[in-house]
Nanobody, 123 residues
């Protein structure tokens, strides 16, 4: 059973930094290495939105609102991905979710989600 556990959220002042981590278990190292990962956030009353993704090859993609401030990375040996968040703004306040996208044969892909970690930025 694949499980994703996020950590690193908390309360920070505007302009500050946080580093989120997401550790995967229940998945082999080989499958994890060939999977894509990402971070999404959901603010109260809003839909879940993409923040950043990182492919198995290390290519990254960011929402326009976080470009230049956030950096996503992964450490396959630890089956972990990270989100370094700098110059935080009150608009970044949300629950942040980790996503693991496993590519399956014949299009039978699977998506897994963590339980979420709260990030609150005070102005």
């Amino acid at each position: 059973q694949v499980q994703l556990v996020e950590s690193g959220g908390g309360l920070v002042q505007a302009g500050g930094s946080l580093r989120l981590s997401c550790a995967a278990s229940g998945v082999s190292g080989r499958i994890f290495t060939f999977s894509d990962m990402g971070w999404y956030h959901q603010a109260p009353g809003k839909q879940r939105e993409l923040v950043a993704t990182i492919t198995s090859g290390g290519s990254t993609n960011y929402a326009d609102s976080v470009k230049g401030r956030f950096a996503v990375s992964r450490e396959n040996a630890k089956r972990t991905q990270y989100l370094q968040m700098n110059s935080l703004k009150s608009a970044d306040t949300a629950v942040y979710y980790c996503n693991l996208h496993i590519w399956g044969a014949d299009g039978s892909d699977s998506d897994y989600w963590g339980q979420g970690t709260q990030v609150t930025v005070s102005s």
